[in-house]
C-alpha cells in the first residue's frame, strides 16, 4: 500500500514557538502555505477546528479553487451545525475539489471549549451524537430519495439533498479520539481513524484497539490508521538536537510571558480528552523512545494535540517513520514549529526516502506473495 501524507493547512504562521505576524485569517500565507505542501510532495492538508478559529470550510473551498491536487481534510464538529446542512457544504466542496475532500469528524475533548458552541453534552454523549451525524451524513451522500430520520439526537423528515459528491460512492470519514467511547464511535464509522504519535508500543496498542472496535461493529474491513507528528529535521543529529532543545526552549519562554502557546485555557487543572492524558502519561515517564521520539514537546505544551517530536536527520527521522509504517500505519500526518520552511524541507528530504522505501518494502511482499503462489501451485 503506498504511503500518504498529511500536512497542515493553517490560516496564518502562528505556532507554538512565535505569535503570528498578521490576522488569524491571512488570505496569501493560507495559499502560500497550501501550495508548498502541493509542490513538495504532500499528498493532502488538515484544515483543523477551534471555537474562535476561521471557519475551515470556505478556507478549504478557497485553497480548493487555486489548486490543483492537493487533498483537504476538512475538520468539522457535529455541534456546529445540523446533519442535513453539513452533508450538502461537503458535497459542495467535493464538487469544488473535484474529489478531493475528506471530512475528518471530530467529537470534542474539552467541555469548555464546547461549550463555547452552545455544547452541553457530556462526552460520552457526544460522542453517540457523532456516530449518528457522521450516518446521517453518509445516508445523504449516497440517498437520491426523499427519507426521514428518527434518532436520538435529530429529526427530520422527507429530506434529499440536490447535490452529490463527485467521490463515489461518497467522501471518506475521518475520526480520532482515544477514549474508549471513540474507538467505538471511529471503529463503527470510520474509513481513516488519527491517532497522535506515541511510543511504537503504545501505538499498537491503539491499532488494536480501533480494530477490535470495527469488528466489534460487525464490519468486515477495518478504518486505514494514520499517525501524526512534529518531525524536527537537520543535516546532523547534532544540528537536530541543538534545534529541538531551541524549540522546547521557545515553547516555555513563550508560556513563561504568559502567552497563548497552544490552545486558549481551558480553566481545567489537566486536559480532559484521553489522547492529551495519554500524551502527559507518556512524556512523564520518559523523554526518548524508540528511534528518534522525543516527547518534552508534548510535556511543554501540556499535551496539546500533535505534539510528540520526532528528531534527526531526514535519514532517521524516515526510518522512525517507516516503524510506524511496519506496525500497519497508512498514513502519516506531520507539522513543524516553523510551519512554511518545515512543510518544504520534509517535503524535500523525508518524503521520498519514504516513499522509496515503502515502494521496495510492498514491491518485496508482492515478489514473496508471487514465490508462495508459485510454490502452492506448483
Ligand atoms: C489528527 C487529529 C486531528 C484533530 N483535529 C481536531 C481539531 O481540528 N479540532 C478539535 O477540536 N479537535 C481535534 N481533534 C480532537 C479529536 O477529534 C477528539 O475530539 C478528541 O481527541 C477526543 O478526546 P478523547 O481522546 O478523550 O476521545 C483531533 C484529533 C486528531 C487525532
Known amino acids: 500500500m503506498p504511503v500518504e501524507f498529511l500536512g497542515i493547512a493553517a490560516t496564518n504562521d502562528g505556532s507554538e514557538i512565535t505569535p503570528r505576524s498578521g490576522a488569524a485569517f491571512d488570505k496569501e500565507y493560507t495559499l502560500r502555505l497550501a501550495r508548498a505542501h502541493e ?3 504532500w499528498d493532502r492538508v488538515l484544515f ?17 479553487s487555486r489548486l490543483d491536487r492537493l487533498q483537504i481534510l476538512l475538520a468539522h464538529r457535529p455541534n456546529v451545525s445540523y446533519p442535513t446542512y453539513a ?3 461537503f458535497a459542495t466542496l467535493d464538487q469544488i475539489s473535484e474529489g478531493r475532500l475528506t471530512v475528518h469528524f471530530i467529537t470534542g475533548g474539552n467541555d469548555r471549549e464546547q461549550g463555547r458552541e452552545g455544547d452541553v453534552l457530556t462526552k460520552d454523549e457526544r460522542y453517540a451524537r457523532t456516530r ?11 440517498t437520491h430519495e426523499p427519507f426521514d430520520h428518527e434518532g436520538e439526537h435529530y429529526r427530520f423528515h422527507d429530506f434529499v439533498s440536490d447535490v452529490f459528491p463527485v467521490q463515489q460512492p461518497r467522501p471518506n470519514v475521518s475520526f480520532g479520539g482515544s477514549s474508549p467511547a471513540a474507538y467505538a464511535a471511529g471503529g463503527a464509522e470510520a474509513d481513516i481513524y488519527c491517532l497522535w504519535g506515541e511510543p511504537l508500543e503504545r501505538t499498537a496498542e491503539q491499532i488494536e484497539a480501533v480494530k477490535a472496535a470495527a469488528r466489534a461493529a460487525g464490519r468486515t474491513d477495518v478504518p486505514r490508521i494514520q499517525v501524526a507528528f512534529r518531525p524536527i529535521i537537520a543535516p546532523t543529529e547534532e ?27 481551558n480553566g481545567q487543572a489537566g ?21 528518534a521520539l522525543w516527547t518534552p514537546t508534548a510535556a511543554a505544551t501540556g499535551g496539546a494535540g500533535n505534539s510528540n517530536a520526532l528528531v534527526g536527520t531526514p535519514e532517521t527521522v524516515a526510518q522512525a517513520l517507516l516503524d510506524y509504517y511496519d506496525l500497519g ?5 506531520a507539522r513543524g514549529y516553523d510551519l512554511l520552511g518545515d512543510a518544504i524541507d520534509f517535503g524535500r528530504h523525508v518524503i ?16 514473496r506473495g508471487t514465490q508462495t503462489l508459485t510454490a502452492v501451485h506448483g
Open 39 to 41: 509542490e513538495h510532495g
Open 239 to 265: 544540528l537536530a538536537w541543538e534545534k529541538a532543545h531551541r524549540t522546547v526552549g521557545a515553547i516555555k519562554a513563550r508560556r513563561e510571558r504568559g502567552e497563548a502557546v497552544t490552545k486558549r485555557h
Open 132 to 142: 449518528e451525524y457522521i450516518r446521517i451524513v453518509k445516508k445523504i451522500w449516497t
Open 271 to 291: 486536559p480532559q480528552n484521553t489522547g492529551s492524558q495519554r500524551l502527559i502519561a507518556i512524556a512523564e515517564a520518559g523523554e526518548r523512545y524508540d528511534r
Open 352 to 367: 521520498p526516502i519514504v516513499r522509496e522505501e515503502v515502494a521496495k518494502r510492498d514491491a518485496e511482499r508482492a515478489a
Open 48 to 64: 483543523a477546528y477551534g471555537s474562535g478559529s476561521p471557519d475551515p470550510a470556505p478556507a478549504a473551498a478557497y485553497i480548493a
Open 87 to 89: 452533508a450538502k457544504t
Open 329 to 333: 500505519v497508512d498514513i502519516l500526518s
